[in-house]
């Protein structure tokens, strides 16, 4: 029973994973909202009864595609981390930049479920929200680093910022930072998905042709912003 219950897990989880790559690929031509699990019944030659013993409805399917593309980005900017020397703060900044941007530009459609305009009548449970802080941890936890090392110096002026009710749902996010270092870190993020949402959108057709290097240099420019220079 062991054995046989154990081929029945494997082909469901092939099947899951059949569906979920032609759901991705009418990413690419329907877009999230033309999600369709008829469509990809058709397309896998099983009847439409039968796909909803796996995702009972569309917003099922979608969760799954969220899930798995917020831990698809997750892990590469986490692995590009780890790769780097952990006292080189910058270099862990931009290093983790640079895997958001470029796993973003390989997944277009992907990154647009995930950072674009919200899916009309889908509201993400709360189960997406281990997978959606995996990028932003990374982030974080550099800044946390950085400032626990000195490595993140005050600014020429800023007075110390009162806690503020809007800076508690970052602040497990950045632990240990005051509050003005906490905000200097969330304007860096939104510099960083700011950005990536303009390339990958396509803001910047016909206006920016060296996109790498003028990412590379925006980049910099939040983490001077951020007081983050070098390494301590």
């Given at each position: ?19 979920t790559d ?6 690419a031509t ?203």
């Open positions: 029973m062991t054995a046989s219950r154990t081929a029945r897990e494997r082909v469901r989880a092939e099947l899951t994973r059949e569906i032609i759901a991705r690929r009418q990413l329907e877009g999230a909202g033309g999600l369709s699990l008829r469509a990809v019944a058709r397309e896998m030659g099983m009847v439409s009864s039968a796909i909803y013993r796996y995702f009972p409805s569309r917003d099922d399917l979608l969760t799954a595609l969220i899930i798995d593309g917020y831990n698809a980005l997750g892990e590469t900017v986490e692995r590009a981390d780890a790769e780097c020397p952990q006292d080189d703060y910058l270099r862990r900044w931009m290093t983790a930049c640079h895997a958001v941007r470029d796993w973003a530009v390989a997944h277009p459609h992907e990154y647009a479920l995930l950072y674009g305009s919200p899916v009309p009548g889908y509201q993400a449970p709360q189960e997406t929200i281990a997978a959606r802080i995996r990028d932003v941890t990374v982030l974080g936890r550099i800044i946390s680093d950085a400032w626990a090392a000195g490595a993140i110096q005050p600014l020429p002026g800023e007075a110390p910022r009162e806690p503020a009710p809007e800076a508690e749902a970052f602040r497990g996010l950045m632990p240990g930072v005051p509050d003005d270092v906490l905000w200097r870190g969330l304007s860096a993020w939104t510099a960083l998905y700011g950005w990536v949402n303009f390339e990958v959108f396509g803001q910047f057709n016909n206006t920016i042709e060296n996109r790498l290097a003028a990412f590379e240099h925006s980049m910099r420019l939040a983490a001077s912003a951020m007081g983050l220079l070098s390494s301590a």
